[in-house]
């Protein structure tokens, strides 16, 4: 379904909201009209900010959002039905954006499920402070079961992190901290490994992962050290 958009009320909020951000002290720029392409755009920026924030919008009711940094750049694809569903993009976005924050993160693996009845892979990062799994998506999960799903790329690299935006997403992303961890057991098989966790406010955690990946070798080494003979290994 497409919306088809007044672009120029829709500049018309901008401008309120560029105003009221201006106010706020952020440095945005006026709005960038592509007259041609039947769209617009405004830029973000702030001292405090980690990424740079661009947000279009297309008259057939397509906006893009876009978080710039030094880590790989990050975009969204949005479908905007009303210029309040637009107002309600823009705060978003940038409410998300003062939130990002970058960090040197390690992808353990790209096989990661939250139990036996998880058929859909994710992303398993080690964060300096904990554990982030990201949901992907059936194709990535198809395409992971051809083989290991990490690619040859450095084994730390920039990410841009939002805890908040990636919980929000889907019930199964998962942030667990080492600091409230209360004990841990990793485990491994011939086709699959996990991490069983118990925190300290009495929850618990269930991460899977296909053997062939590293994840269960680099855990034990960087949880080994926090719990000691709280990990089970």
Same mark, same amino acid.
């Given at each position: 379904?497409?919306?088809?958009?007044?672009?120029?009320?829709?500049?018309?909020?901008?401008?309120?909201?560029?105003?009221?951000?201006?106010?706020?002290?952020?440095?945005?720029?006026? @709005?960038?009209?592509?007259?041609?392409?039947?769209?617009?755009? @405004?830029?973000?920026?702030?001292?405090?900010?980690?990424?740079?924030?661009?947000?279009?919008?297309?008259?057939? =009711?397509?906006?893009?959002?876009?978080?710039?940094?030094?880590?790989?750049?990050?975009?969204?694809?949005?479908?905007?039905?009303?210029?309040?569903?637009?107002?309600?993009?823009?705060? /978003?976005?940038?409410?998300?954006?003062? &939130?990002?924050?970058?960090?040197?993160?390690?992808? %353990?693996?790209?096989?990661? #499920? #939250? =139990?036996?009845?998880? *058929?859909?892979?994710?992303?398993?990062?080690?964060?300096?402070?904990?554990? %982030?799994? @990201? &949901?992907?998506? %059936?194709?990535?999960?198809? @395409?992971?079961?051809?083989?290991?799903?990490?690619?040859?790329?450095?084994?730390?690299?920039?990410?841009?992190?939002?805890? /908040? #935006?990636?919980?929000?997403?889907?019930?199964?992303?998962?942030?667990?901290?080492?600091?409230?961890?209360?004990?841990?057991?990793?485990?491994?098989?011939?086709?699959?490994?996990?991490?069983?966790?118990?925190?300290?406010?009495?929850?618990?955690?269930?991460?899977? *992962?296909?053997?062939?990946?590293?994840?269960?070798?680099? %855990?034990?080494?960087?949880?080994?050290?926090?719990?000691?003979?709280?990990?089970?290994?």
């Amino acid at each position: 379904m497409t919306y088809d958009m007044d672009l120029n009320g829709a500049a018309a909020r901008l401008e309120w909201h560029i105003r009221a951000w201006r106010a706020e002290g952020l440095r945005v720029s006026d @709005v960038l009209w592509a007259r041609e392409a039947d769209a617009l755009a @405004v830029q973000i920026q702030s001292p405090s900010w980690q990424v740079q924030l661009t947000v279009e919008l297309h008259g057939a =009711g397509r906006a893009r959002v876009f978080f710039l940094s030094a880590a790989e750049p990050a975009g969204e694809r949005h479908r905007v039905s009303s210029l309040d569903a637009w107002s309600a993009l823009l705060t /978003e976005s940038v409410a998300r954006a003062s &939130r990002v924050r970058l960090v040197q993160a390690r992808l %353990l693996t790209s096989t990661c #499920t #939250t =139990g036996w009845l998880d *058929w859909i892979h994710g992303e398993l990062w080690l964060l300096p402070d904990g554990l %982030l799994r @990201v &949901r992907s998506g %059936l194709l990535t999960t198809l @395409v992971n079961s051809g083989g290991s799903g990490l690619t040859p790329r450095d084994p730390y690299r920039l990410i841009a992190h939002d805890p /908040e #935006t990636v919980l929000a997403t889907h019930p199964t992303n998962k942030l667990i901290l080492f600091a409230q961890m209360s004990a841990a057991r990793l485990h491994g098989g011939l086709a699959t490994s996990g991490l069983e966790v118990a925190m300290t406010d009495g929850t618990h955690h269930k991460l899977l *992962w296909t053997s062939w990946d590293p994840a269960r070798r680099l %855990l034990r080494e960087r949880l080994l050290p926090l719990l000691g003979p709280r990990l089970t290994h």
